[in-house]
């Protein structure tokens, strides 16, 4: 690694100079071509925020020498570095290093993970957001590991398969001005192994022999967020996981446990066969697929999860895998056949049977207290009429009799009417953002449903009801944080949004992850026969799809995600030693305004767009923290 003394500053004038070498934070993202902060393109940015000035230059966590982080242990912190070509001539045999973070002789175990930013080009903005998409263009948004680039030809051994070149050899960026690397530094929750106080560390790119450096700080705060993700904000997405190959569905969910994010797919089935009425389940292919993750071995050492949150922890949600006949047009598990004769006795016998068995099994196994156990029937998904209604009441009832610690949760923009017929027979309900309008709300919240936030951040018309995911690529990247601190304003239980990796096969060339085309539309959407979006579904990147890239990469967006779930921890732990959540809320408040329901059609300012005002709330947050420990 490189020694302190070998600094030298180097962001004075740059005059002549080939390549610079400056630093983002990362809540906002850069064109590579333009260097302009795609951020800034959204209208509901303040003026006083995009006047500030060229943030490569100068920026809240970077004073144009040095870079200044804050975290608490058990949390990671993020930053970004920006290799800009100033000349014609490709940079070519670049090499990045970064040191350990130091405080005096006390060095991190946890060295800084390093990823390689690869941009997506957005040719057709997201349908339904002509006012709210940021545009097209390139957005930075695959995570690459550092590993998998070849930084140094001196230890290249046979061809290089991921050279790191400015323009990027495999991104091929059109007039590519900027490469941009993500760094990641996880501190440990132990006190002993990350005491308080500041550390040091520095980055360093070395191009034809000329090295230069930023000094980086890290300030770790007297406080930890707790190992267990007990938020359980989620992603679902049915048959994602379930068919994948063990290495690779491995690699997946310990993506997701380091970056705090839960997922669920209802289609593990195990293997069940029905004779003459008698359900017999088999539980081996079950058990060797699932047990690693519902004990918490799967986040072990011995798996080959080192570090990181939820260490040892099992999976915070599960969904189970029962289903119906439905709106899908698929079988139920255990299979009993169409509406019209599924509550026949001999049938209601077959599926009492598979849910008591299915119970049996998984309670010497599952401890409720940490997986929340989910009866999602995807039959009976967004289903609005009354025969709906109707077979959830069936089913809730029967659960609740049957298997009293899973819960029974239906998704939709269900109406008073709706709920006022099933609200005593479901315990959660994953309420689509349209839909949640917070005075209703709270009436089924007295009633102990535990209410889901489910669908889209923004509503710049209805129409845009249309999907049940929150990831857009051309949509600000505030969203995905903001998602987790409007859960704290409205007391809502959590959040949930459809979609792991839609399309993430072809997503490193093609951001359209959904793409639908129609010829009749309903009065709520006349204006469009058809749908595409940008990063619907899809937080992650498919390995095999780019050179010598082996593992799942997430993207920007899932970074995102997870520090607005470490931010509710931060609110979790004021509001416990506050004994009360004013100051919390207070500061939310600064924040988020009315994001959702019938009022927020039109309005795109439903919080604040100001990136350096999150940081100060933050920066805030973590003061009385700190204050209230003493």
Known sequence: MIAFSAFSSINNTFGADPWQLRALPSSVRLDPVSNEIIEHRFKGVPSSASAKGNLLDKNWIYDGKQVSLHAARGEYVSFQLVLTNEADAELTGIKLEMAPFKNGNAELAIKPELFLEWSVNVQSTSTGYLKASLGKGWYPDALIPFKFIQTDSAKVRGRWVYPFTLPDFNNRIPNQKSQIIWVDQFVPIDAQKAKPGTYQSVISVTIGGQTKQIPVSMTVWDFELPNEN?????????????????????????????????????????????????????????????????????????????????????????????????????????????????????????????????????????????????????????????????????????????????????????????????????????????????????????????????????????????????????????????????????????????????????????????????????????????????????????????????????????????????????????????????????????LIKEPFGDRSIGNLDVWSYDQEQWHKVRMELAGLILKSKK
């Open 230 to 590: 007990a938020f359980k904000a989620s992603l679902q997405h049915e048959g994602f996981l379930s068919r994948m190959d063990p290495k690779q569905e491995l690699a997946v969910y310990q993506l997701f446990k380091r970056n705090r994010i839960s997922l669920m797919d209802p289609t593990y089935d195990p293997e069940i066969q029905v004779k003459n009425g008698k359900v017999e389940i088999q539980w081996d292919k079950f058990d060797k697929q699932l047990k690693k993750y519902l004990t918490g071995e799967a986040f072990t050492a011995a798996q080959g999860y080192a570090y990181g949150p939820g260490y040892g922890e099992p999976l915070e949600t599960f969904a189970l895998p029962f289903d119906v006949y439905g709106k899908h047009g698929t079988a139920g598990w255990p299979d009993i056949g169409k509406p019209e004769v599924e509550r026949n006795a001999a049938n209601q016998a077959i599926y009492s049977s598979a849910i008591k068995q299915v119970r049996q099994h998984l309670v010497p196994m599952v401890n409720p207290k940490k997986t929340l156990l989910t009866v999602y029937l995807n039959g009976l998904d967004e289903s609005y009429f009354p025969e709906a209604w109707s077979r959830m009441v069936f089913y809730g009832n029967l659960f609740k009799k049957e298997y009293p610690e899973a819960k029974f949760r239906v998704d939709g923009a269900y109406t008073k009417e709706a709920m006022d017929v099933i609200g005593k027979s479901i315990t959660d309900w994953a309420s689509h953002t349209i839909n949640y309008n917070i005075d209703t709300v709270k009436s089924y919240q007295q009633m102990g449903i535990k209410d889901w936030l489910y669908g889209p951040m923004l509503y710049e018309a209805k129409l845009n009801s249309w999907v049940g995911s929150s990831t857009f690529i051309d949509l600000p990247l505030v969203n995905d944080r903001a998602i987790s601190w409007s859960c704290w304003k409205y007391k809502t239980f959590s959040w949930i949004s459809w979609g792991i990796g839609a399309g993430w096969e072809r997503g490193w060339y093609d951001p359209e992850s959904w793409k639908d085309f129609y010829k009749e539309a309903s009065e709520a959407d006349a204006e469009f026969t058809y749908r595409a979006f940008n990063g619907n579904g899809s937080v992650i990147y498919k390995p095999g799809m780019v050179p010598n890239v082996s593992e799942p990469c997430p993207s920007i967006r899932l970074k995102t995600m997870r520090d607005g779930v470490q931010e509710y921890e931060y609110l979790r732990l004021l509001a416990k030693l506050d004994g009360d959540t004013k100051r919390a809320d207070a500061l939310v408040n600064q």
